[in-house]
Each structure stands twice: as structure tokens, then as C-alpha cells.
T-cell receptor, first 114, second 114 residues
Framework: KQEVTQIPAALSVPEGENLVLNCSFT??????LQWFRQDPGKGLTSLLL?????REQTSGRLNASLDKSSGRSTLYIAASQPGDSATYLC?????????????FGTGTQLKVEL | GAGVSQSPSNKVTEKGKDVELRCDPI?????LYWYRQSLGQGLEFLIY????????KSGLPSDRFSAERTGGSVSTLTIQRTQQEDSAVYLC????????????FGEGSRLTVL
């Protein structure tokens, strides 16, 4: 059974700092990995999608990497801002017959302070 | 529509009543997913639709839970004889056809069972 772990569970940084969020998964047979952010009381907003054949994806100040063989992904946030405060979730799409579902980590709660 | 739309956004019901939650996916998205997010818990997969069929119902927690999708578009999640442990945010997501598709989530329906 696929298990997705995110470390740290919570993180507080001063504005302007670069930071890395970690995601690990136990079964490397995945189609892709997706990073989301969730603001309190809201749904999930997709940030980056990395296909299993890719090593990284970039969007603005965000960069996500994928090392499928070791079961790890990182989300790098450059020059953090208070508006980046949210819970960040990673999820892997498994290669299962007819399943096509995402398995989520429990998230990293990020607070960027002024 | 421009995004995934869910209704109601909030529902308070009494134990034992039936509830229906609705999801309107992004136009043209053939895949539709239901997830549940309980307080302090991660996202739990419930069911996946491809078109009108549900190849993976493995996450439905009991036979009180059912879902249908008609016309390859709108989906309804029905919970019969609600229990207090059903209280959660129910999130719907859709994606284009294919295993590699990016998932887009709605804002969720918050269910409170008194």
C-alpha cells in the first residue's frame, strides 16, 4: 500500500527566506506527483505536476523535483512571502488497474512571518 | 464552468438524515474524484469516475455511502442515515482523460452531523 510522508509537519520562517518542503513515498510505481496548497477552509489549489518521466517542474518562485527511484520529491520556494502561508500537500498518482487515484501526504503547514 | 463547483458549501444535518452533495466538474473533464478530509486528518480517497462508470469505489467507507454520475458531467455523493463520524469536508476533483492528468479541486462541501 502506498504511503506518502511529508516532513516537516509545520514550518515557520521569516519573510524572504528560501525553503524546502519534503515528500517521500514508498512505492515508486507512480504516474505522476502533484503539489497542492490549501488555505484554511478552502479547497486545494494545484501548484505543480511532475510526470514520472520528468525530474523537475518550475512555476515562478516554485520549483519541484522528483527522484522516483528513491521515492522523494522536494518543493523549493524562493524568497518566501507572507502570502505563501498555507498547508502544502503532495500527492502521488499510482499505477493501479482502473484506480487512477491520488494518495496524499498529511501536509506541511507553512507560516511566513513579517 | 471555469472551475470545479460544489454545493452546498456548508451543510448541517441531524444524525440519521440523508444528505446529497453535488459536484459539477470542469467542462470536458472525463475523470471525477471524491475525497474526504476530516479534522486533523489527511485526504481520504472515496471514489473515482471515468465517464459515468466508477472503476474504483474502494474508498467508500460503508454501504451508507453511494455516488453516481450522469451525462459524464455532474456527480452526486449521497450519505444515508448520517452519523457524527461522517462530519468532514467532502472534496471533488476532476481531470482530463488519461492517467497523467492534473487534478483540479473544488472548494468542498463541509458536512456537520449533529
Amino acid at each position: 500500500k502506498q504511503e506518502v510522508t511529508q516532513i516537516p509537519a509545520a514550518l515557520s520562517v521569516p519573510e524572504g527566506e528560501n525553503l524546502v518542503l519534503n515528500c517521500s513515498f514508498t512505492d515508486s510505481a507512480i504516474y505522476n506527483l502533484q503539489w497542492f496548497r490549501q488555505d484554511p477552509g478552502k479547497g486545494l489549489t494545484s501548484l505543480l505536476l511532475i510526470q514520472s518521466s520528468q525530474r523537475e517542474q518550475t512555476s515562478g518562485r516554485l520549483n519541484a523535483s522528483l527522484d522516483k527511484s528513491s521515492g522523494r520529491s522536494t518543493l523549493y520556494i524562493a524568497a518566501s512571502q507572507p502570502g505563501d502561508s498555507a498547508t502544502y500537500l503532495c500527492a502521488v498518482k499510482e499505477v493501479t488497474g482502473g484506480g487512477n487515484k491520488l494518495t496524499f501526504g498529511t501536509g506541511t503547514q507553512l507560516k511566513v512571518e513579517l | 464552468g471555469a472551475g470545479v463547483s460544489q454545493s452546498p458549501s456548508n451543510k448541517v444535518t441531524e444524525k440519521g438524515k440523508d444528505v446529497e452533495l453535488r459536484c459539477d466538474p470542469i467542462s470536458g473533464h472525463t475523470a471525477l474524484y471524491w475525497y474526504r478530509q476530516s479534522l486533523g486528518q489527511g485526504l481520504e480517497f472515496l471514489i473515482y469516475f471515468q465517464g459515468n462508470s466508477a472503476p474504483d469505489k474502494s474508498g467508500l467507507p460503508s454501504d451508507r455511502f453511494s455516488a453516481e454520475r450522469t451525462g459524464g458531467s455532474v456527480s452526486t455523493l449521497t450519505i444515508q442515515r448520517t452519523q457524527q463520524e461522517d462530519s468532514a469536508v467532502y472534496l471533488c476533483a476532476s481531470s482530463q482523460q488519461g492517467a497523467g492528468g492534473e487534478l483540479f479541486f473544488g472548494e468542498g462541501s463541509r458536512l456537520t452531523v449533529l
